[in-house]
């Protein structure tokens, strides 16, 4: 595949990891009202990491030492994002939690230009705008005080910033496949332990719960981080955390699908997420081969004295 086709079809494909998530989400919800939520996480990525590596043999074949790092700490980081989300839930509303989760489309620029030293670019940041008022709008704005639910919610999107982070830095010196194996993995050991020390311990009896598991497992983690992780080498973080925000506008849009009602604000909060994207994809352009190359070298041997300004 050629630069100009990889730039136009790796961001497509990114959004259609949007589109599962979103998709998924009344499917997860169900299945967590009959069975522990960190035990229904650690099975999810346990069959994802077995998913991996029989679709994907060569992301245990490729397996290198050098991998483990980065891909352990990547792993650490999207645990931590799920595990700070779901506590928080528990003092906090979830269309606030939604509102509060996306607000990693606005850390990630700012993580970028102080880590990467790359700065995003006008159309980019303009995206980012409209994402982050369409997110306000889906999510019913946010409203009531600030609890300690919402503070945990606040470091979830943080943990999903810094991980995208990771995959667009360091991450891209790396073979994507078995950095995605060693991060499921990490996901799936990390909730585990929790499931253990804090839930009742058991396999699920009710079928659906194994239905959901599969369709989780499979095409939400495993295909799906495997996207991510490879798109994230040639796409800024900051581009990814604007194309990933659009998983609420596609919940939005599945729901009201299948008969919630999705209201005036939230059908003009999905459109300006996905419109936020648009905005950011086609006045933003494709990065040049040349930028690629240097912001490979940047994440590899240092960050360049300037702040360059990131063409995604």
């Known amino acids: 595949m050629t630069g100009v086709a990889r730039a136009r079809w790796v961001p497509v494909a990114l959004v259609g990891v949007a589109a599962v998530w979103g998709a998924t989400f009344v499917v997860v919800k169900d299945a967590v009202e009959l069975y522990p939520l960190y035990g229904f996480l650690a099975l999810r990525f346990a069959i994802a990491v077995v998913a991996l590596v029989v679709i ?25 994002g ?19 989760t996306g607000l990693f489309v606005v850390m990630t620029p700012l993580l970028q230009a102080i880590l990467l030293r790359r700065r995003p670019g006008a159309a980019t940041l303009a995206g980012v705008v409209l994402a982050f008022a369409g997110l306000w709008l889906l999510s019913g704005g946010g409203a009531g005080g600030w609890t300690v639910g919402d503070t945990r919610v606040v470091l979830c999107a943080l943990a999903y910033s810094l991980h995208m982070i990771v995959l667009g830095g360091p991450g891209r010196s790396h073979d994507s496949r078995p950095l995605t194996l060693v991060q499921l993995a990490t996901v799936a050991v990390v909730c585990g332990a929790i499931s253990i020390a804090t839930e009742p311990v058991g396999l699920p009896r009710d079928g659906s719960v194994w239905v959901a598991l599969v369709v989780t497992g499979v095409f939400a983690s495993a ?15 900051t581009k990814t955390a604007l194309i990933l925000i659009t998983e609420p506008a596609f919940g939005g849009i599945f729901g009201w699908i299948a008969g919630e009602r999705l209201g005036v604000g939230g ?26 190359r240097v912001a490979l070298e940047a994440s590899v041997e240092g960050p360049p004295a300037p702040l360059a300004v990131d063409s995604d």
């Open 56 to 80: 994907l043999p060569s992301s245990l074949a490729r397996m290198r030492v050098s991998v483990l790092g980065v891909g352990v700490l990547a792993g650490l980081l999207l645990a931590a």
């Open 82 to 100: 799920y595990i700070f989300q779901t506590w928080g839930l528990e003092d906090t509303s979830a269309s606030k939690a939604a509102f509060l």
């Open 223 to 237: 295909m799906a981080f495997a996207i991510q992780t490879y798109a994230q080498r040639h796409l800024s973080p």
């Open 267 to 292: 059908a003009v909060g999905a459109a300006l997420i996905l419109g936020g994207m648009v905005v950011a994809e086609l006045l933003g352009g494709p990065p040049t081969q040349a930028g690629e």
